[in-house]
């Protein structure tokens, strides 16, 4: 049976379609997912993303063991910053891709994917064995709203305290902070998956319905509208930003993915995946993620062949018509020699090649 977030009756009555995503059940789109994704481009769209995983890691080893557990160098983060991180396998495969934000010098908070976040949790809870540290599962307890789109600094000030408004406007990007909106207590960090300005507002289950209505309500003047899983996918894969099960998986490694430099070397200490990974660092990869565009109309899709002369060099991980920008783009695993921007390449489209072109990601980078 699938979960339902604290905001389940909040999106039925907004008429919104639902789909199962990691075991919930999540709007899709209230409108047309075209329309959403032009929203949040434009103005600010408002995402329920209570689907995601909030890990809380806590205790005197707290650094120490994050610095165990994922690639990442998480002991070299200021308190109130936060940073993107990978937990791989011993072997190195991608268990999940992941934000890690230092809330207190011995106190972290992990959120990793929807359909990840046991698995995680669980990940977490073995490799924690032999360290002072306790890891805290509070997904389920726990609300996740987006504010993502130009105006959303602007929405979120006009329900900010006064102490708080400050606070907002300094926030940097990959950053947190403890505010109060509309008389409640948020965690609001300025991240998001879409390539805009944005707000991602961590809020208990309880109190999720009084911060979404808030929200709304403030940001009916600035154009705000509620956005479902269907355009949050088109504005990540426009921003080149991978979604695990389709760019990242157990199958892939972060060097082939692009996110070797994530994967911090210097950091003295082992890792979970080091002795594999480390070598990567330096060989001769079979396969590289690359973006890919057309000058058609027709658009590839996840799971197309790409093809050169007939013969298959590729898989496509994701594709659409661009929204934004009017042309189709893909992102595709393909043969490390084809890896360069401008090689030419054809996709199958169901039995006809279509030319595409390697090009460098992201697609759309918003103007600041």
């Not at 921007?341 to 054809?346: H, K, L």
């Amino acid at each position: 049976m699938t979960k339902q977030t604290a905001l389940y009756a909040e999106h039925e009555v907004l008429g919104a379609s639902f789909t199962d995503f990691g075991g919930w059940q999540m709007p899709l789109k209230y409108r047309s997912e075209l329309e959403e994704h032009h929203t949040v481009r434009r103005a600010a769209g408002l995402f329920d993303l209570s689907h995601m995983g909030e890990v809380w890691v806590a205790g005197p080893q707290a650094a120490e063991f994050l610095n165990y557990a994922l690639v990442g160098n998480l002991a070299a983060i200021a308190v109130g910053k936060a940073k993107y991180s990978l937990i791989c396998t011993a072997d190195g495969g991608v268990i999940d891709d992941l934000i890690v934000y230092r809330r207190a010098d011995d106190r972290y908070l992990v959120v990793p994917n929807a359909s990840n976040a046991d698995t995680v949790a669980a990940a977490l809870q073995e490799r924690a064995v032999n360290f002072d540290v306790a890891v805290d599962d509070e997904s389920e307890n726990t609300a996740l709203i987006a504010v993502q789109g130009p105006a959303a600094e602007a929405i979120l000030l006009d329900i900010a305290a006064d102490s708080s408004r400050q606070l907002i406007t300094e926030l940097k990007y990959y950053a947190a902070v403890e505010v109060e909106l509309a008389g409640l207590q948020v965690l609001l960090a300025r991240t998001g998956y879409t390539g805009e300005d944005g707000f991602e507002l961590f809020i208990g289950n309880a109190e999720a319905v009084q911060l979404w209505k808030a929200v709304s309500a403030a940001g009916a003047q600035h154009q705000l509208a509620p956005c479902g899983l269907a355009s949050r996918d088109s504005l990540r894969l426009e921003a080149g930003m991978p979604l695990y099960g389709n760019e990242l998986g157990l199958d892939t490694n972060p060097f082939e993915a692009g996110l070797g430099g994530v994967v911090s070397l210097k950091k003295a200490d082992n890792f979970v995946g080091r002795s594999v990974l480390e070598p990567l660092k330096e060989a001769t990869l079979e396969r590289k993620l690359v973006g890919l565009q057309s000058g058609g109309r027709r658009s590839a899709r996840a799971g197309y062949n790409v093809v050169v002369d007939g013969a298959v060099v590729g898989t496509v991980t994701s594709g659409l018509p661009s929204p934004t920008l009017g042309y189709p783009v893909a992102m595709a695993y393909v043969n490390a020699a084809l890896a360069e921007p401008g090689t030419e390449v054809q996709v199958d489209l169901r039995g006809k090649p279509e030319p595409f072109t390697v090009v460098a990601t992201p697609f759309y980078r918003r103007q600041k």
